[in-house]
């Protein structure tokens, strides 16, 4: 287990997240900022654990980022 902060947290994922555009990138940042920020508040969990919680950044940037792919639609 990779025990993250917050700061590094963020860091990471604002780098992984790589050439989205800035409003977008920021709009995710802010939200997992206060996502983790409400989480300790709330449970009085420590910032790592939360983090923890969150899953992997790797899982994250694929549920966030939106997909360059286009989808195909077989005809009937």
């Known amino acids: ?15 992984r997240l790589g ?5 977008e990138k920021q709009d995710i940042l802010n939200y997992y900022d206060e996502l983790i920020e409400d989480t300790i508040e709330r449970t009085n969990k420590s910032e790592e654990e939360v983090i923890y919680d969150l899953g992997s950044i790797s899982e994250i940037v694929r549920r966030v980022k939106p997909s ?8 009937p």
């Open 19 to 23: 050439d989205i555009s800035e409003s």
């Open 68 to 75: 360059k792919e286009k989808i195909q639609y077989d005809e």
């Open 1 to 15: 287990m990779i025990i993250m902060r917050k700061r590094e947290f963020i860091r990471e994922l604002s780098r």
